[in-house]
């Protein structure tokens, strides 16, 4: 009479380790960790195209560095190869990081980047997900972005497209337009124009020396500290502006 309780109770036990199993699969982190370093000599080079995947992005302009300097650290699986190529095409320096198609049941690998660039070099960024950073550049600067947060300082005209995440943009000696989906934005000190288009999350905007134009779906927006405003919509959310030293015009 007692084996059908013990099968009971072994099948029980049978399914819990199962469903245990199938959970540390899906939280496991990549297994291997390798470190490389590249370089290219950047003379005659005017721009830095990067093609990046999942991983950290970090570069850094630096005044008369006649190099580019590339620190990746890989983590991966085995098996689980990553692409990492710094090459020169014609007056462009190409960067590529990522990793061929592959299928995990764990946390996808990625590459965490330190690239150093001369603060002169303009750069196009196609960027999969995970942080940017981008500091001490004095150049124009294309990013597209899936998700993940954005910090640029420094740069001449910025021009970002992003899915996701937090944005802040600051010290820009040019025009700055924005196209982002979702998540928090703060852009000051920009000695020219700004122009946003924002799905959702909140907008600070100060002290710019040319004209603010905003399209929102919704989120509340602060301006302070412009030489004019547009809002072309400002979806849901509270709308505040002040110091704005030209013409201001609401069309929602």
Not at 157 to 168: A, K, Q, V, Y
């Amino acid at each position: 009479m007692t084996l059908r309780p013990i099968a009971a109770v072994s099948l029980t036990a049978l399914l819990l380790s199962a469903c245990i199993i199938n959970v540390n699969g899906a939280g496991r982190a990549p297994t291997e960790h390798t470190h490389q370093s590249l370089q290219l000599d950047s003379n005659g080079l005017n721009e830095l195209v990067a093609e990046t995947g999942a991983g950290a992005l970090e570069i850094q302009g630096v005044v008369g560095l006649s190099h580019i300097k590339l620190e990746a650290d890989i983590y991966t699986y085995e098996g689980i190869d990553p692409i990492l190529t710094l090459e020169k095409r014609g007056d462009t320096a190409r960067l590529v990081a990522d990793f061929d198609s592959y299928k995990v049941s764990g946390n996808s690998p990625y590459i965490d980047l330190v690239v150093k660039v001369p603060a002169e070099m303009k750069m196009d960024i196609d960027d999969g997900s995970g942080s940017i950073k981008i500091q001490g550049s004095s150049a124009d600067i294309d990013v597209k972005d899936g998700s993940g947060s954005m910090e640029i300082e420094g740069g001449k005209n910025l021009n970002i497209e992003d899915g996701s995440g937090s944005i802040t943009l600051s010290d820009v000696n040019g025009n700055i337009t924005l196209d982002d989906g979702s998540g928090s934005i703060e852009i000051m000190q920009v000695n020219g124009d700004v122009n946003v288009n924002d799905g959702s999350g909140s907008l600070s905007i100060k002290k710019v020396q040319g004209f603010v134009t905003i399209d929102d779906g919704s989120g509340s927006i602060d301006v302070m500290d412009t030489k004019g405003l547009k809002i072309i919509e400002a979806g849901s959310g509270s709308l505040s502006f002040d110091n704005i030293d030209g013409k201001v015009s609401l069309e929602q």
